[in-house]
């Protein structure tokens, strides 16, 4: 595909209807100016024919034809002799053939015995010439045929110079295209203007965009003082740039952490191993001691491992196996799972089954990894001899299950980013990091929410709230 710029774009769209309709304007402008004109030098030769016929038609209303047709020809005679507009017109009195019989000048000058106005006078009886003399001088012609018989006078002609119409007319022109002209600078400059305060930001977006693209997250635009389209543009961009940025610090910390809770177990397993191998007798209490501690990393690496391909799968999309389920009665299931390892840790749980069933629409393995995990997170943050209290309640629309401990608390800072992916808080303890997240993503899957707060030093109350299940609504969370 062919590249082209807003500018070519511009000139081939916006400017070009400028330039057409100008040019449009233009032409209609001088159309009916030069019309009225030249249109007005003719009505006033029009009105002194008018004026001349009124006079024949006044002579003679009595008497033989003869003596009327020749009375006609006098007044004619008379009225080129003392015609008074002789600065303005030549009135002649033509006969038949078109042959001069009288002017107003007197001079017989054959320079204006030209035009066409003679000729179609008589097959209209009315002619109009505009002509140019054998002197160079343009002029028009106005001949109208008698309508009455004057003796051998059978047409009377006006001719005028258009000396002063043209010059007016020129004028005119060089008027309307001067104007024109500085119409379409104007708009050329305005539209430049325009054009350029667009493409000089966006190509600051294209360049800042690509840096973007090719790593540098550090790139950003720079204010702009206008809060448009683009001004806009250019926050998001910003916005987005900051939000990578901050997604690749966690993602490295994230890295970092897990990489770290993936080394202590290893390096205690390689130690306890080590140190297996140069004991002989397997009934020695330091075997004993080292296969337990191997088989406790072991099992803690094993839950970060499937964190974290739980959390690579709701990432790329996976699809739920929904069913109706009781909400009472998984969380119920996810408690006595939990329980031998909150009385290992030397805690308490306080928890009180509803009586009744709350159906909801969820995939129980993943209803039972977030109750586990959200009591897992209980257990890691609470000190012994603390109290874990899990709680269901139910509203019309919605049900809700909350687990508080009584641990050291999320900082505030922390409390708004707890739920995004990579993030570990100030207080966090070991582990990959990404429980709540987890969580976050399949709860939002189902339809519901996750509510979190917290105050430090008191402990955290960690909300999951699933909408009741109603007939009908099987195909709402197929897929995260």
């Known amino acids: 595909m062919q590249t082209t710029s807003i500018v070519q774009r511009w000139v081939r769209g916006s400017l070009l209807m400028t330039v057409l309709a100008l040019v449009l304007a233009e032409g209609l402008f001088l159309y009916f100016s030069y019309h009225t004109l030249y249109g007005g030098v003719q009505s006033a030769m029009e009105n002194r024919f008018s004026t001349i016929e009124g006079r024949l038609q006044a002579t003679g209303t009595a008497g033989d034809a003869a003596v009327t047709a020749e009375s006609r020809a006098r007044t004619l005679r008379r009225t080129v002799e003392q015609f008074d507009e002789k600065d303005k017109f030549e009135f002649m009195l033509l006969d038949a053939s078109g042959v001069i019989l009288a002017n107003s000048s007197g001079i017989r000058s054959t320079d204006l015995t030209g035009g066409g106005d003679f000729a179609l006078a008589l097959l209209q009886g009315r002619g109009n010439d505009i002509y140019t003399t054998t002197q160079g001088e343009r002029v028009m012609a106005e001949t109208v045929l008698v309508p009455y018989a004057a003796g051998n006078i059978a047409a009377m002609r006006l001719v005028t110079s258009l000396r002063l119409a043209d010059e007016q007319w020129w004028s005119t022109v060089t008027l ?30 294209e360049t800042t965009a690509n840096r973007i693209a090719h790593g540098d997250l550090r790139a950003r635009l720079p204010d702009t003082r206008y809060d448009d389209e683009i001004g806009r543009l250019c926050k998001t961009i910003n916005q987005m740039a900051g939000d990578l940025a901050e997604t690749e610090r966690l993602k490295n910390e994230f890295i970092s952490s897990v990489s770290h809770e993936l080394r202590t177990p290893l390096t205690s397993i390689k130690g306890w191993v080590e140190t297996i191998g140069n004991i ?86 993943r209803l039972r990894q977030v109750f586990v995990n959200i009591l897992d997170n209980a257990v890691k943050y609470s000190s012994p001899g603390g109290t874990i209290f899990m709680t269901l309640t139910r509203t019309a629309d919605t049900f809700t299950a909350a687990v508080r401990d009584q641990g050291r608390g999320i900082a505030p800072d922390d409390l708004e980013k707890v739920k995004q992916k990579f993030f570990k808080g100030k207080n966090a303890v070991r582990g990959s990091g990404i429980g709540l997240a987890v969580v976050d993503e399949i ?35 197929e897929k995260i």
Request: hydrophobic letters at 45%; a negative charge; aromatic letters at 8%.
């Open 176 to 205: 309307a295209v001067g104007l024109g002209l500085l119409v379409l600078l104007v708009s050329v400059w305005s539209g430049l203007f325009f054009v350029r305060s667009i493409v000089r930001p966006l190509g600051e977006v």
């Open 280 to 365: 002989d007798d397997p009934n020695n209490e330091y075997c004993r001691r080292g296969l337990a501690v191997i088989g406790t990393e072991t099992d803690r690496l094993y839950t970060m491992v499937e964190e974290l391909l739980d959390f690579s799968r709701l990432q790329n999309g996976i699809k739920l196996n929904c069913q109706v389920l009781d909400l009472v009665a998984e969380a119920t299931d996810a408690a006595l799972f939990v329980e031998a390892r909150i009385r290992r840790e030397g805690l308490h749980l306080e928890y009180s089954e509803p009586p009744e069933p709350y159906p909801v629409w969820a995939d129980p393995a």
């Open 443 to 477: 709860v939002t899957a189902l339809g519901g929410w996750v509510e979190i707060t917290s105050a430090l030093g008191q402990g955290t109350t960690v909300s999951v709230v699933l909408p009741v299940y109603r007939p009908g609504q099987e195909h709402l969370h």
